[in-house]
């Protein structure tokens, strides 16, 4: 087991307004007069607010160009039945000889992360009817994701050391963690294509002042096991307004639960411990994530 967590993947282009300006010059010149500010990136894209209503969205690595082009292909198709907004591509941008990728630009969704503008209760029921509008049986042609959607028994290796250099270093593992974790992978698995964002962390729901405006960053966007997903509820909201939530949704029977907090578990894990490398606010999210389920562990 390794002892040196890895923190965010490097770069492998740079990217600056500079170079927003020119591929937005010569492909979309009617926005190239348009103000753009840096947003910030995360571990596949950069992204700069286009003006006041518009956001660019590019790669930074090589295998983030492969699903800016899932996005591309699926979001407009899927936006259609989802009651809450998400950044649908409104042009899609080619490759340059100063950026080999494709890049999208996308309608720009007010909002701050639910890690620091957390949703109302009632929020639950809203994100339950999003859930059940997008878990819907997936085409043929929907991407398999080797990290999402899967059994999390292909994910226990990588957790597992995750969770015992965090032991070492904080008190976020705890004996109830480790009893969901263990529940978690003896649970039954779901063999089911459902449409699945995969990615559904409190980053990438937007919310402002109480209400979800937009769920963000389908990069991960598969199709598999919906409790990747529902791991949300468990992120997001303690137990009533979790239980009620869940009612919304529809049945989900207990090997269900126990997959969609050891979903939670993997992706406050992997924050805590890839942030705690060089990424503050990803450490923050997981700590908090991982301190919520402690509380939580149960029915």
Known sequence: ?????????????????????SLLQAQFPQY???????????????MMRLGADLLVRLPRRAVA????EEEQRWLPELSARLPIDVPVPIHKGRPSKDYPWPWSIVRWLPGDGADRSPPEPDEGRRLASFLSCLHQAAPA?????????????????????????LART??????????????ALAASSRTERLWLHGDLHPLNILVSRGRITGVIDWGDLTAGDMATDLAAFWMLFDSPTRERAL????????????????WAILLG???????????PRHAAVGAAILRRLTQNYGP
Do not use: C, F, K
Request: aromatic share 2%; proline share 9%; hydrophobic share 40%.
């Open 1 to 21: 087991m390794s002892d040196n967590p890895v923190g965010t993947p490097p770069a492998e282009v740079h990217i600056d307004t500079e170079l927003v300006r």
């Open 32 to 46: 190239a007069s348009h103000p753009i500010q840096p947003m910030g990136s995360g571990w596949d894209n950069v």
């Open 65 to 68: 160009a492969v699903l800016i």
């Open 141 to 165: 042609g929907a991407r398999a994701n080797p990290v999402r959607g899967v059994p999390l028994a292909t994910r226990a290796e990588q957790v597992g050391e995750r969770m015992e250099r």
């Open 170 to 183: 904080t008190d976020a593992i705890t004996p109830a963690l480790r009893a969901a974790w263990r529940d």
């Open 247 to 262: 009612t919304a949704y529809g049945p989900v029977d207990d090997p269900m639960r126990a997959r969609a907090m050891g």
């Open 269 to 279: 894990v992997m924050l805590l411990d890839t942030g705690l490398v060089d990424h």
